[in-house]
């Protein structure tokens, strides 16, 4: 099993930025790649960033040149840098974990509240 915590989030202005973490712990090998998805309220879950085992990655259209996903395999962490923060950014931010077993696993979520 893997167990997922977020952290790094909270209250920023417009124009702001802010760093999420996920620190991934038990069975660390058998992740192959990480996301970071988003719900605002009365929306669908939508996917931000992923990161593959190898370092691939792939981001949303409206994040795009200001949200960089990287992970660090030594910490066993993920990260998500999110600068020039909008409004319409404010979201719970959510870590998933995809194993080579086929399971996804998700962190607790983190509350990103971008003020104009």
């Not at 992740?31 to 990161?51: C, D, H, S, T």
């Amino acid at each position: 099993q893997v167990q997922l915590v977020e952290s790094g989030g909270g209250l920023v202005q417009a124009g702001g930025s802010l760093r999420l973490s996920c620190v991934a712990s038990g069975s660390i090998f058998r992740i192959n790649a990480m996301a970071w998805y988003r719900q605002a309220p009365g929306k669908q879950r939508e996917l931000v960033a992923f990161i593959t085992s190898g370092g691939s990655t792939n981001y949303e259209d409206s994040v795009k040149g200001r949200f960089t996903i990287s992970r660090d395999n030594a910490k066993n962490t993920m990260y998500l840098q999110m600068n020039s923060l909008k409004p319409e950014d404010t979201a719970v931010y959510y870590c998933k974990a995809h194993t080579i077993l086929q399971r996804d696993y998700w962190g607790q979520g983190t509350q990103v509240t971008v003020s104009s």
